[in-house]
Every structure is written in structure tokens, then in C-alpha cells.
């Protein structure tokens, strides 16, 4: 048994660090529309049509598949309900 640390639960579950990366953006931004869904009291179905997906779409986004979700997707998603995605790039810790 390893007592490693780790930054972030990412860190520790993917093979490689761009992996990690992948995984950390991804949940961040469905996080974000989580929190817009539920901000704007949207049911399963409204959220759907707001962000032009299915219903069952928008139960994986909100049960958390996140290998079911792309970034690209996730972006599209935001930008259909109104949000901007922002990227900050730095050296690595």
C-alpha cells in the first residue's frame, strides 16, 4: 500500500496527468450546469429543451456519467443556456 498524495482525486484514478487534466475540466463544467439547471429550477425535460439534448441526456449529466460528455459537448451545452467558458493555462504545480 502506497501513501501517496494527490492534488485531486484525478490525479490518483487516471493513468496519465492528461488524463487527470481531461477529467478535472469535464467536471468542472458539468458542475457548472448542474448548478445552473437546478439554479434555474428547470425539471429533467425543460433543461433538455433549453440545452437541446434529450431528457435522458440531461439524467446522465445530472447523475454524473462523466465519461459519457465530452468537453467539446459540455461547452456547447453551456453556451446553449447563456454561459461563457473561460480557460486560465499556468505552469503545472
Known amino acids: 500500500m502506497?501513501?501517496?498524495t494527490f492534488a485531486s482525486v484525478w490525479d490518483a484514478?487516471?493513468?496519465?496527468?492528461a488524463e487527470a487534466e481531461n477529467m478535472k475540466l469535464r467536471s468542472t463544467?458539468?458542475?457548472?450546469l448542474e448548478q445552473h439547471i437546478r439554479?434555474?429550477?428547470?425539471?429533467?425535460a425543460?433543461?433538455?429543451r433549453q440545452l437541446g439534448v434529450t431528457q435522458p441526456r440531461v439524467s446522465d449529466l445530472l447523475r454524473?456519467?462523466?465519461?459519457?460528455?465530452?468537453l467539446d459537448t459540455l461547452v456547447n451545452m453551456l453556451v446553449a443556456v447563456g454561459l461563457h467558458v473561460e480557460v486560465?493555462?499556468?505552469e503545472a504545480a
Request: glycine share 6%; net charge negative; hydrophobic share 45%.
Open 2 to 4: 502506497s501513501n501517496e
Open 13 to 17: 484514478i487516471e493513468d496519465t496527468p
Open 29 to 32: 463544467l458539468m458542475m457548472a
Open 39 to 44: 439554479a434555474k429550477g428547470w425539471t429533467q
Open 46 to 48: 425543460e433543461a433538455a
Open 64 to 70: 454524473g456519467k462523466i465519461n459519457l460528455f465530452a
Open 88 to 90: 486560465s493555462v499556468r
